[in-house]
């Protein structure tokens, strides 16, 4: 059983940055595809990035292509998701997954979530 935790959402204005990070316990974390999530009010779980689990692919959503970057430290089990030029729109609760040798954008695909960090981006 894979646990993750999410650390590093807060208040940022528009077009500050932020550092998400999602540190993973019990299990073998080179194993598993992550992924980052998000929910805003009202709206559907829409998906943000993921990289497999060897860290030799990663896919962003258009939404953030070139302003957010996933990255991974096998050695410390935690991923992470470098937000820049962060905009209103990005508000919305952040949430880390896992699922175990699967490349795949879909949030019904990841079997393991974390409880979720709120980024808030004011104008």
Known sequence: QVQ??????????????????????????????????????????????????????????????GRFTISRDNAKNTAYLQMNTLKPEDTAVYYCAAVKYRWTTSHNDYNYWGQGTQVTVSS
Do not use: H
């Open 4 to 65: 993750l935790v999410e650390s590093g959402g807060g208040l940022v204005q528009a077009g500050g940055s932020l550092r998400l990070s999602c540190a993973a316990s019990g299990g073998t974390f080179t194993a598993y595809t992550m992924g980052w999530f998000r929910q805003a009010p009202g709206k559907e779980r829409e998906f943000v990035a993921a990289m497999n689990w060897n860290g030799g692919g990663t896919y962003s959503a258009d939404s953030v292509k």
